[in-house]
Protein backbone atom coordinates (compact mmCIF):
# COMPACT_ATOMS: atom_id res chain seq x y z
CA UNK A 1 0.00 0.00 0.00
CA UNK A 2 1.47 3.71 -0.74
CA UNK A 3 2.26 5.88 1.88
CA UNK A 4 -0.12 8.71 0.71
CA UNK A 5 -2.93 5.91 1.20
CA UNK A 6 -2.03 4.86 4.35
CA UNK A 7 -2.04 8.64 5.62
CA UNK A 8 -5.77 8.88 4.23
CA UNK A 9 -6.41 5.69 6.23
CA UNK A 10 -5.25 6.52 9.38
CA UNK A 11 -7.12 10.13 8.87
CA UNK A 12 -10.40 8.57 8.27
CA UNK A 13 -9.83 6.17 11.08
CA UNK A 14 -9.00 8.72 13.76
CA UNK A 15 -12.36 11.08 12.20
CA UNK A 16 -14.67 8.13 12.53
CA UNK A 17 -13.41 7.20 15.64
CA UNK A 18 -14.26 11.34 16.91
CA UNK A 19 -17.63 11.72 14.84
CA UNK A 20 -19.00 8.02 16.71
CA UNK A 21 -18.32 9.92 19.92
CA UNK A 22 -19.75 12.83 18.93
CA UNK A 23 -22.77 11.10 17.53
CA UNK A 24 -22.86 8.95 20.84
CA UNK A 25 -22.57 12.12 22.78
CA UNK A 26 -25.28 13.22 20.97
CA UNK A 27 -27.57 10.23 21.81
CA UNK A 28 -27.13 10.07 25.69
CA UNK A 29 -27.50 14.02 25.99
CA UNK A 30 -30.42 14.97 23.38
CA UNK A 31 -32.74 12.61 24.67
CA UNK A 32 -31.14 9.02 23.38
CA UNK A 33 -32.97 8.83 20.31
CA UNK A 34 -32.39 5.77 18.29
CA UNK A 35 -31.39 7.58 15.14
CA UNK A 36 -28.50 9.07 16.61
CA UNK A 37 -27.40 5.77 18.29
CA UNK A 38 -27.48 4.94 15.14
CA UNK A 39 -25.34 6.61 13.70
CA UNK A 40 -22.91 6.58 15.82
CA UNK A 41 -22.35 2.52 15.75
CA UNK A 42 -22.15 3.37 11.69
CA UNK A 43 -19.61 5.59 12.17
CA UNK A 44 -18.19 2.54 15.06
CA UNK A 45 -18.26 0.41 12.23
CA UNK A 46 -16.57 2.59 9.65
CA UNK A 47 -13.36 3.09 12.59
CA UNK A 48 -12.62 -0.73 12.38
CA UNK A 49 -13.32 -0.51 8.57
CA UNK A 50 -10.52 2.41 7.90
CA UNK A 51 -8.34 0.67 10.95
CA UNK A 52 -8.29 -2.56 9.75
CA UNK A 53 -7.69 -2.00 5.80
CA UNK A 54 -3.89 -1.57 6.24
CA UNK A 55 -3.50 -4.23 8.52
CA UNK A 56 -4.30 -6.85 5.45
CA UNK A 57 -0.93 -8.61 6.50
CA UNK A 58 -1.73 -9.38 9.45
CA UNK A 59 -4.80 -11.88 8.37
CA UNK A 60 -3.98 -15.56 7.93
CA UNK A 61 -5.58 -15.29 4.23
CA UNK A 62 -6.74 -12.31 1.68
CA UNK A 63 -10.34 -13.89 1.81
CA UNK A 64 -10.73 -13.30 5.04
CA UNK A 65 -9.82 -9.67 5.18
CA UNK A 66 -11.64 -9.17 2.28
CA UNK A 67 -14.33 -10.72 4.01
CA UNK A 68 -13.65 -8.71 7.37
CA UNK A 69 -13.85 -5.03 5.67
CA UNK A 70 -16.58 -5.88 3.71
CA UNK A 71 -18.69 -7.02 6.85
CA UNK A 72 -17.72 -3.60 8.28
CA UNK A 73 -18.93 -1.71 4.92
CA UNK A 74 -22.02 -3.37 5.02
CA UNK A 75 -22.58 -2.32 8.80
CA UNK A 76 -21.63 1.23 7.96
CA UNK A 77 -23.98 1.60 5.33
CA UNK A 78 -27.31 -0.87 6.67
CA UNK A 79 -26.86 1.49 10.23
CA UNK A 80 -26.61 4.96 8.48
CA UNK A 81 -29.78 4.25 6.59
CA UNK A 82 -32.06 3.29 9.62
CA UNK A 83 -30.95 6.38 11.41
CA UNK A 84 -32.22 8.20 8.66
CA UNK A 85 -35.26 5.84 8.72
CA UNK A 86 -35.77 5.81 12.26
CA UNK A 87 -35.68 9.77 11.85
CA UNK A 88 -38.05 9.58 9.59
CA UNK A 89 -40.52 6.64 10.79
CA UNK A 90 -39.89 4.50 7.73
CA UNK A 91 -40.29 1.70 9.95
CA UNK A 92 -41.25 -0.79 6.63
CA UNK A 93 -38.27 0.32 4.96
CA UNK A 94 -35.82 -0.06 8.09
CA UNK A 95 -37.48 -3.82 8.25
CA UNK A 96 -36.15 -4.42 5.24
CA UNK A 97 -32.34 -3.16 5.55
CA UNK A 98 -30.83 -6.18 7.72
CA UNK A 99 -32.16 -9.20 5.48
CA UNK A 100 -30.98 -7.15 2.21
CA UNK A 101 -27.80 -6.11 3.83
CA UNK A 102 -27.51 -10.41 4.81
CA UNK A 103 -28.26 -11.16 1.27
CA UNK A 104 -25.36 -8.52 -0.08
CA UNK A 105 -23.13 -10.12 2.08
CA UNK A 106 -24.24 -13.35 1.28
CA UNK A 107 -23.18 -12.70 -2.43
CA UNK A 108 -19.99 -11.25 -1.60
CA UNK A 109 -18.96 -14.36 0.68
CA UNK A 110 -20.07 -17.01 -2.58
CA UNK A 111 -18.11 -14.89 -5.14
CA UNK A 112 -15.09 -15.30 -2.86
CA UNK A 113 -14.65 -18.48 -1.49
CA UNK A 114 -17.16 -20.73 -3.50
CA UNK A 115 -17.44 -19.33 -6.67
CA UNK A 116 -14.71 -16.57 -7.15
CA UNK A 117 -15.73 -13.71 -9.03
CA UNK A 118 -13.85 -10.63 -8.66
CA UNK A 119 -15.74 -8.17 -10.26
CA UNK A 120 -19.15 -9.31 -8.44
CA UNK A 121 -17.49 -9.51 -5.37
CA UNK A 122 -15.95 -6.42 -5.44
CA UNK A 123 -19.50 -4.38 -7.07
CA UNK A 124 -21.58 -5.85 -4.24
CA UNK A 125 -21.69 -3.51 -1.44
CA UNK A 126 -20.65 -0.62 -3.69
CA UNK A 127 -23.89 -0.93 -5.61
CA UNK A 128 -25.63 -1.56 -2.15
CA UNK A 129 -24.23 1.72 -0.83
CA UNK A 130 -25.30 3.40 -3.59
CA UNK A 131 -28.54 2.44 -3.48
CA UNK A 132 -28.86 2.64 0.13
CA UNK A 133 -27.57 6.42 -0.35
CA UNK A 134 -29.97 7.66 -2.92
CA UNK A 135 -32.72 6.17 -0.59
CA UNK A 136 -31.25 7.68 2.26
CA UNK A 137 -31.48 10.97 0.17
CA UNK A 138 -35.08 10.59 -1.01
CA UNK A 139 -36.26 9.82 2.76
CA UNK A 140 -34.38 13.09 4.13
CA UNK A 141 -36.29 15.05 1.39
CA UNK A 142 -39.17 13.37 2.00
CA UNK A 143 -39.46 13.93 5.57
CA UNK A 144 -38.38 17.95 5.06
CA UNK A 145 -40.46 20.23 6.36
CA UNK A 146 -40.05 23.80 4.86
CA UNK A 147 -36.56 22.89 3.14
CA UNK A 148 -34.06 22.97 6.31
CA UNK A 149 -31.26 24.03 4.86
CA UNK A 150 -29.54 20.80 6.87
CA UNK A 151 -31.81 18.43 5.45
CA UNK A 152 -30.80 19.91 1.55
CA UNK A 153 -27.32 19.71 2.22
CA UNK A 154 -27.52 16.63 3.76
CA UNK A 155 -30.05 14.77 0.95
CA UNK A 156 -27.38 16.66 -1.92
CA UNK A 157 -23.87 15.42 -0.33
CA UNK A 158 -25.57 11.74 0.45
CA UNK A 159 -26.89 11.57 -3.53
CA UNK A 160 -23.87 12.72 -4.60
CA UNK A 161 -21.86 10.32 -2.65
CA UNK A 162 -24.62 7.43 -3.88
CA UNK A 163 -23.40 8.68 -7.30
CA UNK A 164 -19.58 7.90 -6.82
CA UNK A 165 -20.54 4.60 -5.20
CA UNK A 166 -22.75 3.70 -8.52
CA UNK A 167 -19.59 4.98 -10.88
CA UNK A 168 -16.88 3.07 -8.77
CA UNK A 169 -19.45 0.12 -8.61
CA UNK A 170 -19.63 -0.15 -12.42
CA UNK A 171 -15.97 0.12 -13.16
CA UNK A 172 -15.15 -2.68 -10.48
CA UNK A 173 -17.55 -5.06 -12.09
CA UNK A 174 -16.09 -4.69 -14.96
CA UNK A 175 -13.64 -6.67 -14.34
CA UNK A 176 -15.37 -9.76 -14.74
CA UNK A 177 -14.17 -13.21 -13.07
CA UNK A 178 -10.58 -12.23 -12.95
CA UNK A 179 -8.68 -9.18 -11.39
CA UNK A 180 -7.83 -6.22 -13.95
CA UNK A 181 -5.70 -3.88 -12.47
CA UNK A 182 -6.29 -1.20 -15.06
CA UNK A 183 -9.91 -1.23 -13.87
CA UNK A 184 -8.46 -1.99 -10.18
CA UNK A 185 -6.41 1.14 -10.30
CA UNK A 186 -9.48 2.97 -11.40
CA UNK A 187 -11.57 1.86 -9.14
CA UNK A 188 -8.88 3.07 -6.70
CA UNK A 189 -8.81 6.43 -8.31
CA UNK A 190 -12.45 7.08 -7.90
CA UNK A 191 -12.76 5.73 -4.12
CA UNK A 192 -9.89 7.70 -2.88
CA UNK A 193 -11.02 10.85 -4.66
CA UNK A 194 -14.43 11.00 -3.58
CA UNK A 195 -14.82 8.61 -0.76
CA UNK A 196 -13.09 10.39 2.08
CA UNK A 197 -14.15 13.79 1.40
CA UNK A 198 -17.94 12.45 1.09
CA UNK A 199 -17.64 10.27 4.32
CA UNK A 200 -16.91 13.72 5.64
CA UNK A 201 -19.42 15.90 4.60
CA UNK A 202 -22.53 13.50 4.99
CA UNK A 203 -20.88 13.24 8.61
CA UNK A 204 -21.25 16.71 8.98
CA UNK A 205 -24.09 17.53 8.00
CA UNK A 206 -25.69 14.73 9.33
CA UNK A 207 -24.49 16.41 12.66
CA UNK A 208 -25.96 19.88 11.27
CA UNK A 209 -29.36 17.80 10.94
CA UNK A 210 -29.05 16.59 15.03
CA UNK A 211 -28.54 20.23 15.87
CA UNK A 212 -31.50 21.76 13.60
CA UNK A 213 -33.95 19.02 14.92
CA UNK A 214 -32.90 20.48 18.44
CA UNK A 215 -33.26 23.19 17.17
CA UNK A 216 -37.06 22.63 16.28
CA UNK A 217 -37.25 21.10 19.14
CA UNK A 218 -36.99 23.91 21.30
CA UNK A 219 -38.85 26.08 19.23
CA UNK A 220 -41.83 23.24 19.63
CA UNK A 221 -41.36 23.66 23.12
CA UNK A 222 -41.55 27.43 23.13
CA UNK A 223 -44.65 27.26 22.12
CA UNK A 224 -46.52 24.45 22.77
CA UNK A 225 -48.42 23.87 26.33
CA UNK A 226 -47.04 20.85 28.36
CA UNK A 227 -50.22 19.48 29.82
CA UNK A 228 -52.32 19.27 26.89
CA UNK A 229 -50.27 19.22 24.10
CA UNK A 230 -51.67 21.96 22.16
CA UNK A 231 -49.88 25.59 21.08
CA UNK A 232 -49.34 27.70 23.90
CA UNK A 233 -50.64 31.42 24.18
CA UNK A 234 -47.34 32.55 22.40
CA UNK A 235 -48.20 29.53 19.94
CA UNK A 236 -51.28 30.85 18.74
CA UNK A 237 -50.18 34.25 18.28
CA UNK A 238 -47.67 32.99 15.94
CA UNK A 239 -50.36 31.17 14.03
CA UNK A 240 -52.89 33.86 14.48
CA UNK A 241 -50.51 35.79 12.37
CA UNK A 242 -50.12 33.77 9.42
CA UNK A 243 -53.70 33.05 9.32
CA UNK A 244 -54.35 36.64 9.15
CA UNK A 245 -51.94 37.43 6.32
CA UNK A 246 -53.55 34.09 4.20
CA UNK A 247 -57.02 35.25 4.81
CA UNK A 248 -56.00 38.66 3.59
CA UNK A 249 -53.92 37.41 0.41
CA UNK A 250 -56.58 34.72 -0.21
CA UNK A 251 -59.53 36.63 0.82
CA UNK A 252 -60.59 33.65 2.10
CA UNK A 253 -62.95 33.92 5.58
CA UNK A 254 -61.00 32.77 8.88
CA UNK A 255 -62.95 33.19 12.61
CA UNK A 256 -61.98 32.61 16.25
CA UNK A 257 -63.67 30.02 18.87
CA UNK A 258 -62.60 31.41 22.46
CA UNK A 259 -63.66 28.55 25.28
CA UNK A 260 -63.44 27.87 28.57
CA UNK A 261 -64.58 25.08 30.98
CA UNK A 262 -67.44 26.23 33.02
CA UNK A 263 -66.78 26.64 37.00
CA UNK A 264 -63.48 24.86 36.34
CA UNK A 265 -62.32 26.62 40.14
CA UNK A 266 -65.22 24.16 41.30
CA UNK A 267 -63.26 21.26 39.61
CA UNK A 268 -60.06 22.28 41.66
CA UNK A 269 -61.30 22.40 44.40
CA UNK A 270 -63.70 19.40 44.88
CA UNK A 271 -61.19 17.01 43.31
CA UNK A 272 -57.59 18.82 43.18
CA UNK A 273 -55.44 20.25 40.90
CA UNK A 274 -54.30 16.67 39.47
CA UNK A 275 -57.80 15.88 38.59
CA UNK A 276 -58.41 19.17 37.26
CA UNK A 277 -55.54 18.70 35.00
CA UNK A 278 -56.82 15.73 33.77
CA UNK A 279 -59.60 17.34 33.02
CA UNK A 280 -58.05 19.92 30.70
CA UNK A 281 -56.44 17.45 29.01
CA UNK A 282 -59.82 15.75 28.09
CA UNK A 283 -61.00 18.75 26.96
CA UNK A 284 -58.21 19.65 25.52
CA UNK A 285 -58.85 16.52 23.32
CA UNK A 286 -62.49 17.03 22.84
CA UNK A 287 -61.66 19.91 21.21
CA UNK A 288 -59.33 18.33 18.61
CA UNK A 289 -61.44 15.80 17.78
CA UNK A 290 -62.97 15.85 14.20
CA UNK A 291 -60.41 19.26 13.53
CA UNK A 292 -59.32 19.86 10.12
CA UNK A 293 -55.88 19.72 9.12
CA UNK A 294 -55.59 23.78 8.89
CA UNK A 295 -57.44 24.06 12.17
CA UNK A 296 -55.36 25.61 15.10
CA UNK A 297 -56.33 24.48 18.35
CA UNK A 298 -54.59 26.11 21.31
CA UNK A 299 -54.72 26.85 25.25
CA UNK A 300 -54.35 30.74 25.94
CA UNK A 301 -55.39 30.78 29.55
CA UNK A 302 -55.38 28.67 32.80
CA UNK A 303 -58.75 27.37 31.93
CA UNK A 304 -59.58 28.87 28.55
CA UNK A 305 -58.90 27.48 25.04
CA UNK A 306 -58.93 28.76 21.73
CA UNK A 307 -59.07 27.92 17.72
CA UNK A 308 -58.62 29.17 14.54
CA UNK A 309 -60.92 28.30 11.99
CA UNK A 310 -59.28 29.44 8.29
CA UNK A 311 -61.97 28.95 5.63
CA UNK A 312 -64.73 29.41 8.10
CA UNK A 313 -67.10 31.69 8.00
CA UNK A 314 -69.76 32.81 11.05
CA UNK A 315 -72.07 30.84 10.36
CA UNK A 316 -69.55 27.68 9.64
CA UNK A 317 -67.84 29.00 12.95
CA UNK A 318 -71.06 29.18 14.99
CA UNK A 319 -72.05 25.59 14.16
CA UNK A 320 -68.44 24.10 14.81
CA UNK A 321 -68.83 25.64 18.43
CA UNK A 322 -72.37 24.59 18.82
CA UNK A 323 -71.08 20.82 17.70
CA UNK A 324 -68.45 21.02 20.48
CA UNK A 325 -70.33 22.59 23.22
CA UNK A 326 -72.81 19.32 22.91
CA UNK A 327 -69.94 17.00 22.62
CA UNK A 328 -68.30 17.84 25.84
CA UNK A 329 -71.64 17.80 27.50
CA UNK A 330 -71.97 14.82 26.03
CA UNK A 331 -68.53 13.61 27.36
CA UNK A 332 -68.48 12.86 31.10
CA UNK A 333 -65.54 12.11 32.89
CA UNK A 334 -64.43 9.27 35.53
CA UNK A 335 -62.61 11.52 38.31
CA UNK A 336 -61.85 9.73 41.35
CA UNK A 337 -64.98 7.69 40.87
CA UNK A 338 -67.27 10.22 40.37
CA UNK A 339 -69.18 10.93 37.11
CA UNK A 340 -68.58 14.47 35.90
CA UNK A 341 -70.17 16.41 33.17
CA UNK A 342 -68.48 19.32 32.19
CA UNK A 343 -69.43 22.12 30.32
CA UNK A 344 -68.13 24.99 28.18
CA UNK A 345 -68.90 28.40 27.52
CA UNK A 346 -68.10 29.64 23.29
CA UNK A 347 -67.72 33.16 21.98
CA UNK A 348 -67.01 33.45 18.41
CA UNK A 349 -65.90 35.99 16.32
CA UNK A 350 -64.71 36.22 12.46
CA UNK A 351 -62.35 38.63 10.63
CA UNK A 352 -63.66 41.51 8.83
CA UNK A 353 -62.27 44.30 6.48
CA UNK A 354 -61.44 46.87 9.55
CA UNK A 355 -59.72 45.07 11.67
CA UNK A 356 -56.28 45.31 11.80
CA UNK A 357 -54.91 41.99 12.94
CA UNK A 358 -55.82 38.69 14.58
CA UNK A 359 -55.70 40.06 17.79
CA UNK A 360 -58.84 42.38 17.04
CA UNK A 361 -60.29 39.17 16.04
CA UNK A 362 -59.85 37.40 19.56
CA UNK A 363 -60.46 40.52 21.63
CA UNK A 364 -64.34 40.15 19.93
CA UNK A 365 -64.61 36.26 20.23
CA UNK A 366 -63.37 36.42 24.18
CA UNK A 367 -66.34 39.27 24.60
CA UNK A 368 -68.46 37.11 23.58
CA UNK A 369 -67.57 34.00 25.73
CA UNK A 370 -67.63 36.34 28.65
CA UNK A 371 -71.16 37.60 27.33
CA UNK A 372 -72.05 33.59 27.25
CA UNK A 373 -70.84 33.14 30.51
CA UNK A 374 -73.17 35.99 32.09
CA UNK A 375 -76.21 34.93 30.17
CA UNK A 376 -76.06 31.56 32.08
CA UNK A 377 -73.28 29.49 30.34
CA UNK A 378 -72.94 26.14 28.35
CA UNK A 379 -73.83 28.09 25.12
CA UNK A 380 -72.18 29.60 22.03
CA UNK A 381 -72.56 33.48 21.72
CA UNK A 382 -71.33 36.21 19.25
CA UNK A 383 -70.42 40.12 20.21
CA UNK A 384 -72.69 42.59 19.65
CA UNK A 385 -70.64 44.25 16.98
CA UNK A 386 -70.82 40.57 15.37
CA UNK A 387 -74.12 41.43 12.82
CA UNK A 388 -75.19 39.13 9.77
CA UNK A 389 -77.80 40.30 7.21
CA UNK A 390 -80.81 38.54 7.66
CA UNK A 391 -83.21 36.89 5.56
CA UNK A 392 -85.66 40.44 5.45
CA UNK A 393 -82.33 42.31 4.89
CA UNK A 394 -82.03 43.77 8.14
CA UNK A 395 -78.86 43.39 10.78
CA UNK A 396 -79.78 40.34 13.32
CA UNK A 397 -77.20 39.19 15.90
CA UNK A 398 -76.86 35.02 15.85
CA UNK A 399 -76.58 33.45 18.74
CA UNK A 400 -76.66 29.92 19.76
Partial sequence: MTSPAHYILVALTLMSAMISLTFLLAWRTL???????????????????????????????YASFWLTINAFSVLVVTLGLAGHCQRSGKKTLERNLWPSAAAVYFVVVWTTISNPHVGISSAAV???????????????????????????????????????????????????????????????????????????????????????????????????????????????????????????????????????IDRFKQINDVFGHSLGDEALSTFAGLLKLGRRDDDITARIGGEEFALILPGADLVDAMEIADGLRSLIQASPMNLDGRRLTMTASFGVATLSNKDSCMADVVVRADRALYKSKREGRNRVDLDSSQMLLAADGSLAQISV
Avoid at 150 to 157: C, D, F, N, P, W
Wanted: glycine share 6%; charged share 10%; net charge negative.
Fill in 31 to 61: GEKPHALSWALAALAATFQWGLTPLEDSFPS
Fill in 126 to 260: PSFAAISLFLASYVVMQNSQGFRPAEIATAVITALVGCSQAAAATVTFMQGPAANAELQALYNQIIFMTLPAGYAGMAIFVLFIIASDLSEDMRKLAISDQLTGLLNRRGFGEQAAQSFATSRRTGQPVSVVVTD
